[in-house]
């Protein structure tokens, strides 16, 4: 089993702030996928393939890595970006997810 | 529009069995990979188990294998998981995910709760 483990655990951010959240695997993987959850709702995907934005996602957001280490990184803070961010990546027929990071406005 | 709709959930004791459900719609079911991804109260996702679209390929993870199933009906629409010998540790939120094309997890379910307590 690849562990992701992401950074920082929790972090808030001021309005216009940039914001980079961290995830590092154990072992390489090929790509990384990021998914948005909001209290009381399921999890959105939100960046996937490492760099590329879901449905709807806006382009403040942006994705980028390779090998163990990948980040998601949003170029100017939103009241509405506040949520936990969770990385995901699937291989050898496993699959994790990071412990999350929660992404609070200042 | 796809919708993912989990039933099944409830109380159980320790050591009992319970099967939840995911009905799907909105998409050919049969065309799509799919997934049991959980979520313990206030804590983060734990992916639980996955079967390809014909159910040729099925994976658990290690703390629910030997435990767990995962199968899928194609002719109903509907991802099922049989879960055996709970413990405390499987209480959580159940989501049904399909897998996309692009192998993560383009939709999910509202999630279904499964509390394990005497």
């Known amino acids: 089993e690849i562990v992701l483990t992401q950074s920082p655990t929790t972090m808030a951010a001021s309005p216009g702030e940039k914001v980079t959240i961290t995830c590092r695997a154990r072992?390489?993987?090929?790509?990384m996928h990021w998914y948005q959850q909001k209290p009381g709702a399921s999890p959105k995907p939100w960046i996937y393939?490492?760099?590329k934005l879901a449905s709807g996602v806006p382009n403040r957001f942006s994705g980028s890595g390779s090998g163990t280490s990948y980040s998601l990184t949003i170029s100017s803070m939103e009241t509405e970006d506040t949520a936990t961010y969770y990385c995901q990546q699937w291989s050898s027929n496993s699959l994790t997810f990071g412990s999350g990071t929660k992404l609070e406005i200042k | 529009e796809v919708q993912l709709v989990e039933s099944g959930g409830g109380l159980v004791q320790p050591g009992r069995s319970l099967k939840l459900s995911c009905l799907a719609s909105?998409?050919?079911?049969?065309?799509?990979?799919m997934n049991w991804i959980r979520q313990a109260p206030g804590k983060g996702l734990e992916w639980v188990a996955s079967?390809?679209?014909?159910?040729?390929?099925?994976y658990y993870a290690d703390t629910v294998k030997g435990r767990f199933t995962i199968s899928r009906d194609n002719a109903k629409n509907t991802l099922y998981l049989q879960m055996t010998s709970l413990m405390s540790e499987d209480t959580a939120l159940y989501y049904c995910?399909?897998?996309?094309?692009?192998?993560?997890?383009?939709?999910w379910g509202q999630g279904v709760m499964v509390t394990v307590s005497s």
């Open positions: 072992s390489s993987v090929s790509y």
């Open positions: 909105g998409f050919t079911f049969s065309n799509y990979g």
């Open positions: 079967i390809s679209s014909s159910s040729s390929y099925i």
């Open positions: 995910a399909r897998r996309g094309l692009r192998s993560y997890f383009d939709y």
């Open positions: 393939d490492t760099s």
